[in-house]
């Protein structure tokens, strides 16, 4: 980041503070429900074949919170992201 600012964090997202994550597969939590989104790009998980979406991402346990691994990689140490193997 070299100091410049970062399009990602012009969205507060202290409320992902402290959480724990671990990586995933996607999947559809009800009928309704297609596909969720990073939580700082908003890049889209989605099922394998949907275009433009990764199948795999870090989420939490109750699967409520998405984060792609560039942006968990990014900023994991700022907002003390926790992995859970």
Do not use: I
């Not at 503070?17 to 908003?42: I, K, Y």
């Not at 890049?43 to 939490?60: E, H, L, N, R, V």
């Amino acid at each position: 980041m070299s100091g410049q600012s970062d399009w990602r964090l012009d969205t507060p997202h202290d409320e992902l503070r402290g959480l724990a994550f671990s990586w995933q597969r996607w999947g559809n939590p009800d009928g309704d429900w297609d596909h969720d989104h990073c939580e700082f790009c908003w890049t889209k998980f989605g099922p394998p074949g949907m275009s433009d979406s990764q199948p795999s991402g870090y989420a939490t346990v109750d699967r409520s919170v998405w984060v792609c691994k560039t942006c968990f990689d990014d900023f994991r140490e700022q907002f003390d992201l926790l992995e859970l193997k």
